[in-house]
């Protein structure tokens, strides 16, 4: 197990080991020189590791280019070796460093062109761009680490030295013998390796369980937080189990059953807290039979009410002995009080322990090997003054301490015994019970004050004035910086009163060596005391000008200070005694103190003095304080201690126990201990030889001497009785020790669960339970107390308490019965409460809050394994595409025999199709029509559908089908229809199939035929046999390369995806060309190069030999030689032709007679530079190798065949952002003129494929039809089929509908229709549950679930058309496994790169990987497209909203219903009762309900309603509920009827600006304003002076606003409304439909006048935040947000393409962020309008100019040059998601003078901007290298 530990720990070195090798630029020979050759093997692997570089020469030279000198860099001296061993090293990262680059000489430049920024020449740089830039990081950052080198090498030890390889020593072999056999406690020093035998005990019972094949489960108790973290790490590196660890803060306490039951099933050892324990015990979440192994360290602890005590007394003791667990024990004194008084004493403390955890102790006998392993420090004793008292200061500020208390008791609702209790309570946790709520929530401003001037008095007494001056500036600072000063009125409470303590305490230290500037209190920047300690120590060291030598003033100075008053003789003593350690080498130290307050300031106190600049301090304090630390940063303190970034630890008694700190070789007790137990822990602290334990004692007080002597003689009475074991079984009473402590009526157990609540935890659980309720900051939720005494003539004194619940809990009042103590009637009443809220339903049988139904998902998009959740948008899976069941037919398998008489009934429909508008292009007009047969009749509602096919830009095309009639075919005939069927799909969908080996599948049986044109009354004669016939019969078969493209016919898999998909095929040739890779057989493709004797070798084109010339053809008589035959001139208008050179398939438009091959071949458009071809002859043979033997003929004017498209989508609207053609560009048609005899006559017609090509999306479009009308006849009820099939189209279809508007809709009627039903079901769950409830119903994870469970999936149309991924009958798709399918917004005209007159490039962008979208696919199957979780939920509410549409309410009920959702609808049906509220008379006296109902223009006949509507959680029951589940129900059916109104009257909006609307219209911040402008505001009931103060300056916002003409923000104003208005809109809305009996109608009567003026599209105003992102995306610019926070106002400053251009300040983020980013908008809407008129003025030629030098431009000068096209490289990508920077090279492979050397653009916020800015370098050196 061990080896395995260490292996694991040598692969995490190893890694690191890499990145630091990676990025040492000294570690590598400069590669720049010599380039190494790495095999192509190498070069195929790619890796995105950004680690691994090409190193660079120490010195980067820099050189400007040279006109004179040559282009290429000689070589220097030292480039000509390169070590054998470091050039494999190099060849190994090379492996790994070709992040995509599939060229390998790319990586092996000698260096790189760049522009410098000052001089904005063109200068070469050697070496790699990436080492140089690594280098210059590197150097910034050994200045800035210089001082640090130490301490880096110091961590990088520290692994070694925190888990060194222990052997177990002897003894702990011994106390592991006797625990494996019995329950034992380990009595040993610290730092004898306690832990060490708890793991080999983990071990040993782990190996014991295993042989009978069961799970150990070991729970691993400690007593405080810090050893949760510490012990699990320990337990994790020596066993290599699966460790858990568990603490409050991790949030446990809100875990469930299920969540834990996780744990206990993958974890073997948990680490926890006892609470934890205790409270997952409480609840019954595991039973105490389920673990088998129990260990507790620092045990001593289980004494009274301890939850280790409470654990061993509820559930060890009652659980059945044979059930039990084993328990372990660890403790460095088994007794933990002040001392024991004697040996008998001492037996009877060990004996209760050991009954209490049924165990026995064990110690060692010979002490001899303890201490050659456990060094014990040298114990001094330093004595000092008794400090003398400041009575007037004490005097005063405990004056102030009762002025703070009366105050509070005159403004509170508190009984004056509670504030006994609180005043009289020292004790933290007393005072927390009797206020309710931890102090940390500063929720009581008068309790918390108490607490710092009770802190600032003790620091007062026992440091001195300055010491609590210091405390008192610290407390004071601390609330200054709170975020929450603006709206808490009890911070302005404590703020005043600490104002004038500090006035009161303030002195300055300023005699001496300090100079006064440095230690005057008043300029010192004091942190937050309730912040990160470390850091404001480090920034507080003094500088070296302050230090003094050896200490020579330090008496001079605290002797003053001391004399005065502001400093104790105690602080002196302990300055002394550091002293002496000045010179110590590798000194450590920790001082313990008792109190929080002293641990604070002692550092504060160190870095004042110069003297003390050896010191390095920090404060260590626990977790059960206000001035709490968080575990990390107690965890990054100890790591500082460690290395020595630290030297001198403040430390409270968080650090005596267990705290693993091996380097102290100090450890002074400033404050002595209080037990023998924490006297032996912090000396065990102490851990090397030669230690000293210094205890500091006040001179002449006889309690310090008494104590140090009883601890010595108490830890030897401990040892020896532990050995030897005194006999008490001669006293009374030991018996009873055992006995468990549950007594009847003590507790309360929920029989189904076992959970249980007890006296000892129900205080506790009602507390919890409080705080889970809904609330919000101005009402901070707990329970309150009243306790009553009742005096009874000659009997004892009883109390009772009253419990009061906040208003949203289920019941608010409770009487507890009468009991002995105060304490004891607030535990009997809240047990009570307990067991009466699960009764009400209000806990769940586990006792714990009732959240809902399984509240654990929310929020959450992964699950534990990182996997995204069900239902989410990352969330995707492959699903089988749906077909109708209608489309089915066995009937299609037929047709293989010739049976005359064997006759099918099919039905025909004929495509009919109508253009609309107008075009040039006249073969839009030549197209031939088609019928579609069926096997069966298909329904009405597809016949009645008129689709629109975007067929150009300025013409749609509506397609309809016509019922031709039923028609018989015969079995001949059906061979024939099949075998054109084929032949015309494998043409227009490119797929090489032959007939009469396709394979057909019955699931999709219809084909496509042609119809002649005359008219019949028998459909038969409609079809147009003839051509049918000529198809299938001709010749032209034979020839692969009319058959299918040369891509599909040789199977190279380079065949693009889809229609309109970018060229990657092209790209991939492209780049294997580039890599000087063999020529492919099929390059030529699509512009691309080839030769045209490859293709011949390969058998596509007939062999051409001149001897073998026929005789000229004679011209006259019109023939032309093509390249397999001779052809009449006229025969060959309307074909179509194969370029046999390239395989490329065209329209044949004219034969020119005025052009010949011996014709000059034109010029590039723009080119104006010399001829590179004189002829078209000269072109064919120097690109292609064909010599033309009929240059004579005349050549053929033609035009690209184009893929298959998608007509769905309107192709030609929103170019915006794409690099297609813009919708300015008028419509262009591309010629190209071929030679003849280079041309094969294609045997199908041209309008016979124009047509054709339309006939995939029509085919789409019915499919998805008939899956709509299926669906709609499974639902059966009465709504328009098109309707569905829109609920069931996505917008990623991007066809003319979606369903996004239908889902709004739906959204908000499914949310009103669940939450109608909750609200009125459970009339006793608070909001809270309700909204959670509502969560598990309508969640898109449930919506999901249904939507699978009805088989969705298989109708929704998610992914737009792609014909080459459509499955046509008897044409499957080919699918390229190599390459992804890219999206791509238009089609490109297909045009002939080379022959073309002008054309146009489509640039690939690279290989990016790309997320799937809906219905994008990686594999090659047909039939599945991939969909999201959310999709599928989407498609449940867009059902919804289309029913509710078409049918109203009863028809969306039906479809919810149908769907799964199991509510009842109809309000009869739901036995739900509103009981008149019983509102108090006084209450309803005070409410002036005339106004109120005034503005509202509506009377209640149930005023209660109206009271509960506006009654906030702060303001005191009384009898009245809040508004909260009146506001749940309100804020349902708002959503609704405002949606509701905005989906009817803008019928026409899209469905982005309809989410915008609704939006706006539908948000607190809308709602608050319109409260506000009908004065609702002023009848809001709370109870909470801090809200009062943001309604009042919320008010003065609106009126400001309301008074600007126009002005109407619906929510976008300057002024953040408090959430309460909105709130108390959304409550009335609920009173209302309440109080008219559950109508809408009524609540909208009501609503609408008030919401007037509505939101309209006109005046919908954009959230800034939003309008700047959308401005930065269109202009390609990087945008940065940076949030500060100063004091309490947030500053936040935006950065556009890394320049400042706003920046705002508000107490709120949000805000602030919203006018930071309007100020950023008008200032750069300034700044465009001053460029636009500069732009005016100057002359625009040079900028137009240097625009032009672009990729477009580079990719002409490769074509036109016959170079391979230029290779783009992201050679960094930086920055946050939001501003991200992207840094391109290029390069390219010159045919006169081999590769370029990278050129590195500028880093830009585009990848279209970053390789333009590449391009432009290139092109100037290119226009270097050739002019």
């Known amino acids: 197990m061990d080896d395995e530990v260490r292996d694991s720990g040598n692969a995490d070195v190893r890694s690191s080991y890499w990145l630091d090798a990676c990025e040492d630029d000294d570690y590598f020979v400069d590669l720049g020189a010599n380039t190494t050759v790495v095999p192509e093997s190498y070069s195929q692997q790619v890796s995105n590791d950004p680690c691994f570089f090409d190193g660079s020469e120490p010195s980067k030279k820099r050189r400007v280019w040279d006109r004179t000198s040559g282009r290429k860099r000689r070589r220097g001296p030292d480039d000509t070796e390169m070590d054998v061993r470091v050039r494999d090293q190099v060849r190994r990262r090379e492996r790994y460093n070709s992040c995509s680059w599939k060229d390998r000489e790319f990586r092996e430049a000698k260096g790189f062109w760049e522009r410098d920024k000052t001089t904005n020449e063109l200068i070469f740089q050697v070496g790699s761009w990436e080492s140089c830039r690594n280098r210059k990081e590197k150097l910034n950052n050994e200045k800035i680490n210089k001082g640090d080198e130490d301490l880096e090498e110091n961590k990088v030890d520290e692994p070694k030295e925190k888990l060194p390889e222990e052997q177990a020593r002897q003894y702990q072999l011994d106390v592991l013998e006797q625990a494996k056999s019995r329950n034992t406690i380990a009595f040993l020093e610290t730092g004898a390796g306690k832990t060490l035998i708890a793991v080999l005990l983990i071990k040993s019972i782990s190996v014991e369980l295993q042989k009978q094949n069961k799970k150990l489960l070991a729970v691993f108790l400690v007593p405080k937080v810090p050893l949760v973290y510490q012990q699990a790490e320990v337990i994790r590196e020596r066993t290599g189990y699966q460790v858990g660890h568990y603490c409050g803060e991790m949030g446990q306490d809100f875990w469930d059953a299920r969540r834990w039951q996780r744990e206990f099933e993958s974890k073997q050892v948990l680490v926890m807290t006892a609470q934890i324990l205790l409270n997952i015990l409480r609840h019954s979440i595991v039973k105490m039979e389920a673990i088998n192994l129990l260990i507790l360290d620092e045990c001593h602890h289980a004494v009274k009410k301890h939850p280790y005590s409470l654990v061993m007394s509820e559930f060890y003791h009652t659980t059945p002995k044979e059930k039990r667990p084993s328990v372990f024990g660890m403790t460095a004194s088994p007794v933990n009080l002040k001392g024991v008084s004697s040996q008998v004493d001492c037996a009877v403390k060990i004996r209760n322990l050991e009954s209490k955890l049924d165990s026995v102790?064990?110690?060692?006998?010979?002490?001899?090997?303890?201490?050659?392993?456990?060094?014990?420090?040298?114990?001094?004793?330093?004595?000092?003054?008794?400090?003398?008292?400041?009575?007037?200061?004490?005097?005063?500020?405990?004056?102030?301490?009762?002025?703070?208390?009366?105050?509070a008791r005159s403004s509170s609702r508190r009984s004056k015994w509670q504030f006994m209790g609180a005043r009289d309570a020292g004790a933290k946790e007393e005072l927390r019970q009797v206020y309710g709520v931890s102090e940390r929530t500063e929720s009581d401003g008068a309790a918390n004050l108490i607490q710092k001037l009770r802190a600032i008095n003790y620091a007062l007494g026992e440091l001195g004035q300055w010491c609590a001056y210091k405390v008192a500036h610290a407390f004071l600072t601390a609330l200054q910086n709170d975020e929450r000063a603006n709206y808490q009125l009890d911070i302005k409470f404590q703020e005043s009163y600490l104002i004038t303590v500090v006035s009161l305490l303030q002195c300055n230290l300023s005699e001496g060596a300090i100079s006064e500037n440095n230690a005057t209190g008043s300029d010192m920047d004091d942190a937050s005391v309730n912040g990160n300690v470390p850091d404001e120590l480090e920034e507080g060291e003094l500088t070296t000008s302050h230090i003094v030598s050896g200490g020579e003033h330090v008496d001079v100075i605290i002797g003053a200070a001391v004399a005065d008053g502001k400093v104790t003789p105690k602080v002196q003593s302990l300055i002394k005694i550091l002293?002496?350690?000045?010179?110590?080498?590798?000194?450590?130290?920790?001082?313990?103190?008792?109190?929080?307050?002293?641990?604070?300031?002692?550092?504060?106190?160190?870095?004042?003095?110069?003297?003390?600049?050896?010191?390095?301090?920090?404060?260590?304090?626990?977790?059960?304080?206000?001035?709490?630390?968080?575990?990390?940063?107690?965890?990054?303190?100890?790591?500082?201690?460690?290395?020595?970034?630290?030297?001198?630890?403040?430390?409270?008694?968080?650090?005596?126990?267990?705290?693993?700190?091996?380097?102290?070789?100090?450890?002074?007790?400033?404050?002595?201990?209080?037990?023998?137990?924490?006297?032996?822990?912090?000396?065990?602290?102490?851990?090397?030889?030669?230690?000293?334990?210094?205890?500091?004692?006040?001179?002449?007080?006889?309690?310090?001497?008494?104590?140090?002597?009883?601890?010595?003689?108490?830890?030897?009475?401990?040892?020896?009785?532990?050995?030897?074991?005194?006999?008490?079984?001669?006293?009374?009473?030991?018996?009873?020790?055992?006995?468990?402590?549950?007594?009847?009526?003590?507790?309360?157990?929920?029989?189904?669960?076992?959970?249980?609540?007890?006296?000892?935890?129900?205080?506790?659980?009602?507390?919890?339970?409080?705080?889970?309720?809904?609330?919000?900051?101005?009402?901070?939720?707990?329970?309150?107390?009243?306790?009553?005494?009742?005096?009874?003539?000659?009997?004892?004194?009883?109390?009772?308490?009253?419990?009061?619940?906040?208003?949203?809990?289920?019941?608010?009042?409770?009487?507890?019965?009468?009991?002995?103590?105060?304490?004891?009637a607030q535990q009997a009443v809240c047990l009570a409460a307990c067991k009466k809220l699960h009764e009400m339903g209000a806990f769940t049988d586990m006792l714990l809050p009732d959240k809902g139904i399984g509240a654990e998902t929310d929020k959450v998009e992964q699950n534990d394994e990182g996997d995204p959740l069900p239902g989410t948008a990352r969330h995707r899976e492959f699903y089988p595409e749906g077909v109708a069941d209608i489309l089915q037919g066995e009937w299609i398998l037929s047709g293989k025999g010739c049976e005359e008489s064997k006759i099918f009934n099919l039905y025909m429909y004929s495509v009919k199709c109508e253009n609309a508008g107008f075009s040039k292009d006249l073969l839009l007009n030549q197209v031939s029509e088609f019928a579609i047969v069926f096997g069966a009749e298909l329904d009405a509602e597809v016949l009645s559908?008129?689709?629109?096919?975007?067929?150009?830009?300025?013409?749609?095309?509506?397609?309809?089908?016509?019922?031709?009639?039923?028609?018989?075919?015969?079995?001949?005939?059906?061979?024939?229809?099949?075998?054109?069927?084929?032949?015309?799909?494998?043409?227009?969908?490119?797929?090489?199939?032959?007939?009469s080996s396709t394979p057909w599948d019955t699931a999709k049986a219809y084909l496509f035929v042609p119809l002649s044109g005359g008219k019949s009354t028998d459909p038969v004669h409609l079809i147009d046999w003839a051509l049918i016939d000529k198809v299938n019969k001709t010749d032209a078969w034979s020839n692969p390369l009319q058959r299918a493209r040369p891509d599909v016919y040789l199977g190279t898999n380079e065949r693009t995806l889809g229609g309109d998909r970018r060229e990657y095929g092209f790209a991939k040739l492209r780049h294997g060309m580039a890599n000087e890779q063999k020529s492919h057989p099929t390059y030529g493709i699509r512009g691309a190069v080839a030769q045209f004797d490859v293709v011949k070798a390969s058998g596509l084109a007939p062999h051409r030999d001149a001897s073998r010339v026929p005789s000229l053809v004679d011209l006259t008589n019109g023939k032309l030689m093509m390249a397999d035959s001779c052809i009449m001139v006229e025969d060959l208008g309307g074909k179509i032709v194969t370029a046999a050179h390239s395989g490329k398939r065209f329209y044949v438009d004219s034969v020119r007679f005025d052009m010949t091959a011996e014709n000059s071949f034109p010029r590039k458009e723009g080119y104006l530079g010399p001829l590179e071809y004189s002829s078209y002859a000269e072109y064919y043979k120097q690109k292609y190798g064909v010599e033309l033997i009929y240059r004579q003929q005349p050549l053929i004017r033609a035009r690209g065949v184009s893929y298959c498209k998608n007509l769905l989508s309107p192709r030609f609207e929103h170019s915006d952002g794409h690099d297609g053609v813009s919708e300015e560009t008028p419509e262009k048609t591309y010629y190209v003129f071929l030679p003849p005899e280079l041309c094969f006559v294609h045997s199908l017609p041209g309008s016979l494929v124009r047509g054709a090509q339309r006939l995939p999306s029509i085919m789409r479009r019915i499919e998805s039809m008939l899956l709509a009308v299926q669906l709609k006849d499974i639902i059966n009820y009465p709504v328009p089929a098109s309707k569905i099939l829109e609920a069931l189209t996505a917008a990623s279809c991007q066809e003319t509908f979606c369903y996004e508007r239908a889902e709004l809709l739906g959204d908000a009627y499914l949310k009103w229709v669940v939450s109608r039903f909750l609200f009125l079901k459970y009339p006793q769950k608070h909001e809270g549950q309700l909204t959670r409830m509502r969560q598990q119903m309508v969640s898109n994870m449930v919506l999901y679930r249904y939507a699978l469970n009805k088989g969705l999936q298989s109708y929704i149309q998610a992914d737009r058309f792609a014909p080459s991924r459509w499955a046509s009958p008897g044409v499957l798709p080919v699918f390229d496994e190599d390459t992804k399918d890219a999206d791509s917004s238009f089609f490109y005209e297909e045009i002939d790169s080379d022959e073309r007159l002008s054309r146009k490039i489509h640039d690939t962008d690279g290989y990016e990987d790309v997320e799937m979208e809906d219905g994008e696919l990686e594999s090659d199957s047909s039939s599945y497209r991939v969909l999201s979780g959310k999709t599928l939920a989407d498609v449940v509410e867009a059902l919804i909203g289309v029913y509710y549409v078409e049918g109203g309410k009863y028809a969306a009920n039906h479809?919810?219903?149908?769907?799964?959702?199991?509510?009842?609808?109809?309000?009869?049906?739901?036995?739900?009762?509103?009981?008149?509220?019983?509102?108090?008379?006084n209450i309803l006296r005070s409410i002036d309900f005339?106004?109120?109902?005034?503005?509202?223009?509506?009377?209640?006949?149930?005023?209660?309603?109206?009271?509960?509507?506006?009654?906030?959680?702060?303001?005191?029951?009384?009898?009245?509920?809040?508004?909260?589940?009146?506001?749940?129900?309100?804020?349902?059916?708002?959503?609704?009827?405002?949606?509701?109104?905005?989906?009817?009257?803008?019928?026409?909006?899209?469905?982005?600006?309809?989410?915008?609307?609704?939006a706006a219209a539908v948000n607190n911040e809308n709602f608050a304003r319109v409260a506000v402008k009908h004065n609702l505001h002023t009848h809001l009931r709370h109870g909470s002076s801090a809200l009062e103060k943001q309604i009042r300056d919320f008010v003065k916002e609106v009126q400001n606003e309301l008074s600007k003409p126009g002005f109407n923000s619906f929510g976008l104003g300057d002024c953040k409304a408090p959430k309460v208005l909105g709130d108390i809109f959304e409550s009335i809305a609920g009173a209302i439909f309440l109080d008219s009996g559950c109508v809408t109608a009524s609540v909208w009567k009501v609503f609408q006048p008030l919401l007037n003026p509505m939101v309209t599209p006109e005046t919908l105003p954009m959230h800034p935040v939003r309008e700047l992102q959308e401005r930065c995306q269109q202009q390609a610019e990087g945008l940065e947000y940076k949030a500060t926070r100063s004091g309490n106002l947030a500053i936040v400053e935006v950065y556009v393409d890394g320049v400042q251009v706003g920046v705002a300040h508000n107490p709120q983020k949000k805000m602030a962020q919203k006018l930071a980013a309007r100020n950023a908008l008008v200032a750069l809407k300034e700044k465009e309008s001053a460029e636009a008129k500069e732009s005016g003025e100057a002359d625009g030629k040079e900028k137009n100019g240097s625009q032009s030098f672009t990729r477009q431009t580079l990719n002409d000068i490769c074509l036109r040059r016959n170079w391979p096209m230029p290779i783009y490289q992201c050679i960094h990508e930086g920055g946050p998601a939001h501003a991200k920077r992207f840094t391109f090279a290029v390069r390219v492979n010159t045919s006169d003078r081999g590769w370029t050397d990278e050129c590195i653009g500028d880093p830009m916020p585009s990848v279209k901007k970053a390789k333009d800015s590449a391009a432009v370098l290139l092109l100037e050196l290119l226009n270097k290298w050739y002019t």
Request: aromatic letters at 8%.
């Open 1490 to 1558: 005339d106004s109120l109902e005034g503005s509202l223009n509506c009377k209640f006949s149930d005023r209660g309603l109206l009271v509960e509507a506006i009654t906030h959680a702060s303001r005191p029951s009384s009898g009245v509920s809040c508004y909260q589940r009146l506001e749940f129900v309100g804020d349902a059916v708002l959503d609704h009827l405002i949606t509701r109104y905005l989906f009817f009257t803008y019928t026409d909006l899209p469905p982005g600006r309809l989410t915008d609307l609704r």
């Open 361 to 407: 102790v064990c110690t060692i006998k010979d002490r001899k090997e303890l201490e050659k392993h456990v060094p014990m420090p040298s114990e001094v004793v330093v004595e000092y003054d008794k400090a003398s008292s400041l009575w007037s200061l004490h005097e005063k500020i405990k004056l102030m301490e009762q002025t703070v208390e009366e105050a």
């Open 945 to 995: 559908m008129s689709m629109d096919l975007f067929i150009a830009r300025a013409v749609i095309t509506k397609a309809s089908l016509v019922y031709e009639g039923l028609t018989e075919i015969r079995e001949t005939q059906l061979t024939l229809l099949k075998s054109f069927h084929v032949r015309l799909m494998s043409i227009v969908l490119d797929v090489d199939v032959e007939p």
């Open 1455 to 1481: 479809l919810m219903r149908w769907i799964g959702i199991d509510i009842d609808f109809d309000l009869k049906e739901i036995k739900y009762s509103v009981k008149p509220s019983t509102v108090p008379e």
């Open 579 to 824: 002293l002496k350690y000045q010179h110590t080498e590798d000194f450590r130290a920790i001082i313990f103190v008792e109190r929080v307050v002293a641990a604070l300031v002692l550092p504060k106190v160190f870095m004042e003095l110069p003297s003390l600049s050896f010191v390095k301090s920090a404060s260590l304090i626990g977790h059960n304080n206000s001035q709490e630390m968080r575990t990390s940063q107690m965890q990054d303190t100890i790591a500082r201690f460690r290395d020595g970034r630290v030297t001198v630890l403040v430390a409270t008694s968080v650090a005596e126990e267990g705290l693993d700190i091996r380097q102290c070789n100090v450890v002074i007790r400033f404050d002595l201990a209080k037990t023998v137990l924490a006297y032996i822990q912090s000396r065990g602290r102490a851990r090397k030889p030669g230690s000293d334990y210094i205890l500091m004692v006040e001179r002449e007080n006889l309690s310090h001497v008494a104590f140090l002597k009883n601890a010595r003689n108490s830890e030897e009475t401990l040892r020896k009785e532990a050995i030897e074991r005194t006999d008490i079984s001669h006293l009374k009473d030991t018996c009873g020790i055992n006995s468990g402590e549950a007594v009847d009526g003590t507790m309360y157990q929920v029989k189904s669960t076992g959970a249980v609540v007890s006296l000892n935890s129900a205080v506790g659980l009602v507390h919890f339970y409080c705080s889970q309720l809904p609330s919000d900051r101005y009402s901070i939720l707990h329970p309150e107390f009243t306790i009553k005494r009742h005096e009874t003539p000659g009997g004892p004194m009883e109390y009772s308490c009253e419990l009061q619940l906040p208003c949203n809990a289920p019941f608010e009042k409770l009487e507890g019965p009468p009991c002995k103590s105060m304490r004891l």
